[in-house]
């Protein structure tokens, strides 16, 4: 086979080309940077004159005057002013967020932000269906639930925390039915995001949630314990302990015990002492281990102490650094455990060490 030779002139040519290429992104990314700043300039010439009034509405010094300018703008300040008090929205509470949406409703956000639900434009969906939820726009949970399976998945991650914000507990069903996988690519939403959303529905929504334990898809019930643990749905208690006597997937037994610790009742001992055998995974074991603590009668602390000794030096750690977070009562457990040998004590000094590291980091701050 000959050697294959490349004329001169075509690696010039190539250089060139590489060159013209390189100055050309340099001067778009230069000439970008140059328009972003003379944006934001103009942005901040036009807002300026206006801060005072926002800061007022936002912090509840508002006399009315300042409500009564913003709700007065006309053209192009409105768009400019109306995404810095929907940032506002989302971290204030009271009187100044009630202000604020009469001041956004106003300027007709509500019927932009439902038209804007279906646009083609993704960012203007996700952007649409935030609007209506940090302004409590409840009539329309209705728009918002579809775009749940949108094929955008960022429009569907914030629809899921929108109808958290709008807590109308007709939407835990749609919220629910987002975890497990769907078409093209639709559904399997962060569990967190499901699970924070179903939580914002309150109470009414409880009974849908404990129907959820018995889906067929694993990870849609480990969403339905959580939420029934965090949200404190006592109600629900006795679903949660039917599907632990059966339940085999790692996942949902770790939710399971997470949320018999969160509700806290110690007739639980039992059944979280129980998950804590060497039959379960790890990651099961440490969640049950977990609840004991949350549970923190007498009997759990008997049962923590006993995992001090385990062959696992993780669960025995994790128990030991549990314990000496009960108070009195778990400090004793593992100081009883310090003048042994084996296992025990190792975890018990670990124990011990942990609770000096954080009592000296208390005195320091």
């Not at 800061?55 to 508002?62: F, M, P, T």
């Not at 804007?116 to 609007?131: F, M």
């Not at 569907?156 to 078409?183: F, K, N, Q, Y």
Request: proline content about 4%; hydrophobic content about 50%; overall charge neutral.
């Amino acid at each position: 086979m000959g050697e294959v030779v490349v004329q001169p002139w075509l690696l010039r040519l190539s250089l060139w080309i590489m060159l013209a290429t390189f100055v050309a992104l340099a001067a778009t990314i230069a000439l970008a940077r140059v328009t972003r700043r003379r944006r934001e300039r103009a942005v901040a010439r036009r807002v300026g004159p206006l801060r005072a009034d926002v800061l007022a509405l936002v912090s509840g010094e508002d006399d009315g005057d300042s409500g009564t300018r913003l709700g007065a703008l006309k053209g192009a300040s409105v768009d400019l002013v109306a995404p810095v008090l929907i940032g506002y929205l989302s971290k204030i509470r009271g009187a100044p967020a009630e202000r604020i949406v009469d001041v956004l409703v106003a300027h007709g956000l509500v019927r932009r932000a439902r038209a804007g639900v279906t646009s083609w434009s993704g960012t203007r969906r996700a952007r649409s269906v935030w609007t209506l939820g940090v302004m409590h726009v409840e009539e329309a949970v209705a728009d918002v639930v579809p775009r749940l399976q949108d094929r955008d998945r960022a429009v569907a991650v914030t629809t899921a925390r929108s109808l958290g914000m709008l807590g109308d507990a007709a939407a835990a069903e749609a919220l629910l039915a987002a975890v497990a996988p769907g078409r093209r690519g639709r559904g399997e939403l962060p569990v967190w995001v499901v699970v924070e959303a179903l939580v914002g529905l309150g109470s009414p929504a409880a009974d849908t949630i404990g129907r959820a334990l018995v889906d067929d898809d694993a990870s849609t019930r480990a969403v339905a314990a959580m939420s029934i643990g965090r949200a404190q749905h006592l109600s629900q208690r006795s679903r949660l302990r039917d599907l632990v006597t059966h339940e085999e997937d790692p996942t949902v037994l770790a939710a399971l015990a997470e949320a018999l610790g969160g509700l806290g009742d110690p007739a639980d001992t039992v059944t979280l002492t129980e998950l804590t055998a060497h039959a379960h995974p790890r990651s099961v074991r440490l969640a049950a281990v977990r609840a004991l603590g949350d549970l923190a009668d007498s009997r759990a602390i008997t049962a923590l102490g006993v995992l001090l000794a385990d062959t696992d030096p993780r669960v025995g750690e994790l128990s030991a650094d549990v314990l000496v977070g009960l108070g009195p009562a778990g400090l004793s457990e593992v100081q009883s455990h310090v003048a042994g040998d084996g296992d025990a004590a190792a975890a018990a000094d670990y124990g011990l060490a942990m609770h000096s590291l954080r009592q000296s980091a208390g005195r320091t701050g």
